[in-house]
């Protein structure tokens, strides 16, 4: 029966009803603790079809949950019936108003890209989120999201005019303010819009009610307070209470977590942009305790937000390629950083106040170090700040910083003592906890670190969520501040606000929905916490043995190490790499977290021999482009193209290797064999019909034009060529597969250019560099390529004689794959090679660093430069290097393309199954730039890849930078 009706609404909706085991893996877990498997996933296109949802679950007696980026840390998404996903069809900005100050938006539209529409206008949403990138307006009404500038904007609740909303009997109705006249009328009816009106005047206006609400709700200087439903902040409207705001429902609505109503608009009020003189004047404090008294004293100089950054995040940094680089401004080892975010009308005025804080601050001995950051230097702060809650996934091992209490909110000035009450709680159990976020605002992320694999942790898991309940009641503090009740918190409402406010928040719920049909079990008849958790407590796992070696852990923690924060779900305007299929497709199926959460699914459950032998994993893994962009992007550090490429090995053994893997990943010894007669080779590949036999055998789509060999290797020219500079600096060579067989001559010309200035270039023996094995997951052949590799360069190549390479994917190897690869014999060998492989713009930019090369050998000409990074250079943060050299003729302008992955990624892009993903990849942001850019502009891409694509994607002849450097070299 219920397949059945499944079947009729997949049939009946205009968007698309899922009801596969994968997409239900991918939507039964949010960033919570939770997971429970839904009915089904459905993305509806428009009202029409939310309203046939709501009438599905009327009759078939079974819920919907609303979901939009599925960030949600108390499990608000997590649920046994339909989740609705919104973030694709509904991310429509509908309208702004800007005499008036406000804009209508569906509730998928990013609150990033909403300011960035905004911005042209002068005005701005003020709310930001840790997840600003990817959290969804929606979303931030059910949670009623705040973010650090809280001081200034306060919540999302404090910006929402109007609510455009379905009633659970399929109703439509808007939720405005209203005057008392108004207010009275719209109870007048027997709609159920009408009775939600009647009831509310009737619950809110008895008087024992009222004086029950103000005297167990949440202290109301506490401004981030999101226990239950809003009624304390409901009440102190008209006409409940005199010379109150007017009534509107909207304040009741946000918070609500999808559980009153189906969300289809809103309208926000806007702000002007905020001040463009601000800085962050960064405390370093001995102590945590330290910090929460210099926070006392920081909020009398009227900050836009103070955030503490605890040292167990910012040990976190110290591993994790982006947010290393962030690091600049910490001195020392600071137990805490109290990030204070001033504002001005100038720059003297902001340092004057800095000096007035800074004065105050070291007259009570609090802190030891205040650098004032202004300009762009924010940004980095902001970016280490934000990347706490994915860096604290980064720890080793099964315990993790759970989110339990991590969202309790107090008076600001009882939070020092507040504090030391936790600790003494957790010391009693023997644990502790990290510490960062909204001190200004008197709620701290607080995450003790618990197994909850293990019984013991689970019970720790509920002890200390009793135990802190008691402690926040005993200050009159918010259990939740902005990540709402979910069912983590739902359990302990009623002793937060007592019995009878509980059951008013019952009968609110039974009012407007009566059959439970919008996310039930949230705020209220919520299930135990410890209930439908990720993992089952002593769940055992069999140990998996694996190819690459995954340090100091195994592949299932790995994989554990996404939260599902969903940093893979921004946009290309919020830059970075991470994640292109997501930002080609906007399917939540092709992000990171939904690899992450597959591969852990079932190798934690799946009851085969070979844990990997499963289709979903393959179709889920299918758009990964191995770009790398996770690697150094997520603030969890999940290399999900190293979980692939071990992923596809195992697939393999138990369904053998497919000829198009095995072909490609024998491309460097086809090449080989191809270079007898390379202009046969050319002709047969060329694009006729021969070639696209050829292309139709391999799989490769008939759009690509496929790499030429040319008339001779690199290795057979350099032979014939008299190296004048036996005398000088020694370098090696590394002779990779493409730059061998297909780039010779930008090889000729990246060794003709080191000859030129001074340096002997040596081509050592060595085998090629295993990037097409990896790619395809053939990681046994790969291993055997890397060990002879490091057994072959290991005596040569030290710090005084690098090994230099051109083609990212192939040099970049040693850093990365090889590592892990080779056997532990060779581990150090392998550690010290991998230091002294070093792209060609690394070694440049090192010697222009030691006066060894000097802009004045090249010409001074003017020229205009576009510089499109490769993934691997971005994952590993050496693309500034590239900038650096190709400036290094003094009247060469570099710009670069603020792209993220091209979209071939090696034999990616050539595959007919991914050429149109590879192209809209492509269209994001690259082939609009290189086609916009002004004649005689030079477009520069290290990678070869990345060069065909922009060739076959813009009819652009992309050069790399040692082409660029070669041709402005003064001869």
């Not at 659970?168 to 709609?191: L, Q």
């Not at 680089?325 to 340092?351: M, T």
């Not at 440049?844 to 250079?873: D, M, P, S, W, Y």
Request: charged share 20%; with cysteine.
């Amino acid at each position: 029966m219920l397949d059945h009706g499944l079947r009729e609404l997949r049939e009946a909706l205009t968007g698309e009803l899922y009801t596969d085991e994968l997409m239900r893996v991918l939507y039964a877990t949010d960033a919570s603790a939770y997971s429970e498997m839904p009915l089904a996933v459905a993305m509806p296109r428009d009202e029409g079809d939310l309203k046939k949802l709501i009438a599905f679950a009327h009759n078939y007696k079974t819920s919907l949950i609303p979901r939009t980026a599925g960030t949600s840390l108390a499990g608000q998404v997590v649920g046994k019936g339909v989740v609705v996903d919104v973030s694709k069809h509904f991310t429509e900005i509908i309208e702004v108003n800007t005499a008036e100050k406000w804009v209508r938006v569906q509730p998928g539209v990013v609150r990033d890209e909403l300011n960035r529409y905004l911005r042209p206008y002068g005005l701005y949403f003020g709310p930001e989120t840790s997840t600003a990138n990817r959290a969804m307006i929606g979303g931030m009404v059910g949670n009623n999201a705040c973010g650090s500038n809280s001081l200034v904007y306060g919540s999302t609740r404090d910006h929402t005019l109007e609510v455009k909303a379905l009633l659970s009997d399929g109703s439509e109705a808007v939720f405005r303010s209203m005057n008392f006249e108004e207010f009275i009328a719209m109870g007048e009816g027997d709609t159920l819009e009408a009775s939600l009106y009647r009831t509310i005047r009737q619950q809110l206006g008895d008087w024992e009610a009222q004086q029950e609400i103000r005297r167990e709700f949440p202290k109301a200087s506490i401004n981030r307070r999101n226990t239950g439903y809003a009624v304390d902040v409901l009440l102190n409207s008209n006409p409940f209470t005199a010379d109150g705001d007017d009534f509107n429902f909207c304040k009741l609505i946000c918070g609500s977590e999808g559980t009153l109503a189906f969300i289809t608009e809103i309208k926000l009020n806007l702000e002007e942009l905020p001040p463009q003189i601000t800085g962050l004047l960064c405390v370093h404090c001995p102590s945590v305790d330290a910090a929460l008294h210099a926070n006392i004293i920081a909020l009398k100089y009227q900050p836009r937000s103070c955030e503490l950054i605890d040292h167990y995040i910012l040990d976190c940094t110290l591993d994790n390629p982006s947010q290393a680089l962030n690091r600049f401004f910490v001195q020392g080892s600071p137990k805490a950083i109290l990030v204070v975010e001033l504002s001005a009308q100038n720059y003297d005025e902001l340092n004057a106040i800095a000096a007035g804080l800074e004065a105050e601050l070291r007259q009570g001995g609090l802190g030891y170090h205040f650098p004032l950051l202004t300009g762009a230097k924010q940004n980095s702060v902001w970016s280490l700040r934000k990347a706490g809650l994915g860096l604290l996934s980064n720890l080793p091992g099964d315990e993790k910083a759970v989110a339990v209490i991590e969202d309790t909110a107090v008076d600001a000035a009882d939070l020092p003592a507040y504090i030391a009450e936790f600790n003494e709680i957790l010391e009693k159990h023997g644990l502790y906890s990290v510490y960062y976020a909204h001190a200004g605002s008197g709620e701290l992320h607080l995450r003790p670190m618990l197994n909850l694999k293990t019984a013991e942790g689970v019970r720790k898991f509920r002890i200390v969520a009793q135990e802190i309940a008691g402690l926040v009641k005993k200050y009159r503090g918010s259990l939740s501040g902005e990540h709402g009740d979910g069912r983590l918190r739902g359990e302990f409402i009623p002793q937060m606000i007592g019995e009878k406010n509980y059951s008013l928040l019952q009968a609110i719920k039974q009012t407007w929905d009566p059959q439970g049909i919008f996310n039930p079990g949230k705020i209220t008849g919520t299930p135990p916490m410890d209930e439908y958790l990720r993992y089952k407590p002593g769940q055992q796992v069999p140990h998996i043995e694996t190819v690459f070696r995954f340090r100091g852990q195994n592949i299932l923690q790995h994989a554990e190490q996404c939260n599902g924060s969903g940093d893979c779900r921004k946009s290309p305007q919020a830059g970075g790499t991470m994640c292109p299929s997501y930002m080609a497709t906007r399917n939540e199926q092709d992000t990171t977290r939904a690899r992450a959460n597959t591969l852990r699914h079932y190798l934690t459950n799946s009851a085969k021999l070979n844990r990997f032998d499963h289709p979903e994993i393959k179709e889920v893994m299918d758009l990964c482009l191995s770009c790398k962009g996770c690697r150094s992007e997520c603030p969890s550090s999940v290399d999900m193209a190293k979980l692939k490429a071990e992923f596809l090995q195992h697939y393999y053994d138990a369904n053998g290797t497919p000829m198009q893997a095995k072909l490609i990943a024998a491309l460097p010894r086809l090449n080989k064999l191809g270079m007898a007669w390379p202009g046969l080779y050319n002709f047969f590949t060329a694009d006729n019909a021969i070639g696209n036999t050829l292309k139709n055998s391999l799989g490769f789509s008939a759009k690509r034009t496929l790499p030429c060999l040319a008339p001779q290797t690199l290795r057979h020219w350099h032979k014939k060529q008299r190296d004048g500079k036996q005398n000088g600096k020694r370098v090696y060579f590394f002779c990779d597969e493409f730059t061998n067989y297909n780039d010779v001559s930008i090889g000729q010309k990246a060794i003709q250019l080191l000859q030129a200035l001074g340096y002997e270039v040596i081509i050592p023996q060595h085998l090629e560099s295993s990037r097409t094995m990896l790619s395809k997951g053939l990681l046994r052949q790969a291993k055997a390529v890397a060990e002879r590799n490091v057994e072959l360069l290991a005596p040569l190549i030290n710090d005084d004689a690098p090994i230099i390479g051109i083609e990212p994917s192939a040099i970049l190897s040693f850093r990365d794959e090889y590592p892990d690869l080779v056997r532990e014999d060779l581990l150090p060998q392998s550690q010290t090679l991998a230091k002294n492989a070093l792209l060609f713009e690394e070694f440049i930019a090192r010697e222009v660093n030691n006066g060894n090369i000097t802009g004045e050998q090249f010409t001074a000409e003017h020229k205009e430069i576009l510089l499109h990074g490769h993934c691997q250079q971005k994952a590993w943060n050496v693309q500034a290097a590239s900038q650096t050299v190709l400036g290094l003729p003094v009247n060469y302008k570099v710009d670069v393309i603020p792209s993220g992955c091209c979209g071939m990624a090696g034999s990616f892009g050539y595959e007919d199954k991914h050429y149109d993903v590879s192209m809209r990849i492509g269209e994001l942001v690259l082939f609009p730039t290189v086609r916009n850019a002004g004649a005689g502009t030079i477009i520069a891409a290290p990678g070869t890849s990345c060069r065909h694509q922009i060739k076959d994607g813009t009819g652009t002849v992309a050069l790399h930078p040692a082409e660029v450097l070669w041709d402005a070299l003064k001869k």
